[in-house]
C-alpha cells in the first residue's frame, strides 16, 4: 500500500503538473509511485527510446526509485478505453494499492489527456470489483479501489478545489522537468528553437514560462510561492479534522 498514485498519459506530464506534489508528500514521510500509459513516441520532437532516457534521469532527479514507475506501453496517441487497456492499469492500482490517486482532468486539448482520464476512472472503479480477475507475474491480484480521486490541469485550466504549496520543491521539479531535453526550453537555458527539430506547442520558452507563471499563481492564492492545484470528483472533501488544514 502506498499513500499516493500519479498516473499521466505521457512521460513528463507527471513531472510538469504533479512531481512537486510527490516530492512533497515524499518529504513528508510518505509514499509515491508514477504509471505512465504510453511511452510518447508519436511525439512530435524526441523518440521513444529518448523520452524513456529522459524518464530514467527525471527519476533521478526526484529520487523516485525506476520499481515504482511503469510504463503501460499503450500506443501513444490512441489510448482507447478497451478491456485490454482497463485491466492494465487494474494491474498497476492493484500493485501500488494507493490510497490517494491523482490523474488527468476531463478537459484539456490534447486527446490523449481526456482519453487517459476516461481509462483511469473505468479502471479506477473495475479495480475495487472481486468479479474483474488481474494476476501479476503470475499471481492473482487483490481488489483496490483508491478513496480519493483527485484530478490536475494540462493546458487548459479549471477552478481549483485545492492547491499543493510546494514552495520547497519547486527547485528539485524544476530539475525533474528539464530531464526531458528533447521537448521543453527551460528558463535561461538555450531555446530548443535552434535544434534541427520541428517547433511544438511545449517546445518554446513561452511554454514553460507559461507553466512557471501558473505555478506562481496558485502559489501565491494558498499564501506560498508556488502550488499545484487539483480538482475534486464527485463532490466536496470530508473533513475529520480542522486543524489538519493549517
Ligand atoms: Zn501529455
Not at 504510453?38 to 527525471?58: H, I, M, P, Y
Not at 507553466?211 to 480538482?231: C, D, L, N, P, S
Request: charged content about 25%.
Amino acid at each position: 500500500m502506498i499513500d499516493l498514485l500519479a498516473i499521466a498519459a505521457h512521460p513528463d506530464d507527471v513531472e510538469l503538473h504533479v512531481s512537486g506534489t510527490l516530492l512533497k508528500t515524499v518529504d513528508l514521510g510518505g509514499t509515491v509511485a508514477i504509471c505512465d500509459l504510453t511511452r510518447g513516441e508519436r511525439g512530435t520532437r524526441g523518440s521513444g527510446e529518448l523520452r524513456a532516457e529522459e524518464t530514467r534521469q527525471a527519476n533521478r532527479a526526484m529520487g523516485l526509485d525506476e520499481a515504482n514507475r511503469w510504463n503501460l506501453g499503450i500506443p501513444d496517441g490512441d489510448i482507447r478505453i478497451t478491456e485490454e487497456n482497463v485491466l492494465h492499469v487494474v494491474q498497476a492500482l492493484r500493485h501500488f494499492r494507493p490510497r490517494i490517486l491523482l490523474f488527468p482532468s476531463q478537459h484539456d486539448r490534447h486527446p490523449d489527456h481526456e482519453n487517459g482520464h476516461r481509462l483511469v476512472r473505468e479502471a479506477w472503479f473495475n479495480s475495487g470489483l472481486t468479479a474483474v480477475e488481474s494476476t501479476f507475474n503470475g499471481t492473482p491480484q487483490e481488489p483496490h479501489r483508491p478513496e480519493l480521486l483527485l484530478m490536475y490541469a494540462h493546458s487548459w485550466e479549471f477552478e481549483p478545489d485545492l492547491i499543493v504549496d510546494i514552495s520547497q520543491q519547486f527547485e528539485k521539479k524544476i530539475e525533474a522537468i528539464a530531464a526531458y531535453s528533447s521537448q521543453f526550453s527551460m528558463p535561461g537555458q538555450a531555446s530548443t528553437e535552434d535544434a534541427n527539430e520541428p517547433q511544438t506547442f511545449i517546445s518554446s520558452h513561452d511554454f514553460m514560462e507559461y507553466i512557471i507563471a501558473r505555478m506562481r499563481r496558485w502559489g501565491f492564492m494558498v499564501g506560498g510561492k508556488y502550488g499545484e492545484a487539483f480538482q475534486t470528483l464527485g463532490g466536496p472533501l470530508k473533513v475529520n479534522d480542522l486543524r489538519t488544514l493549517l
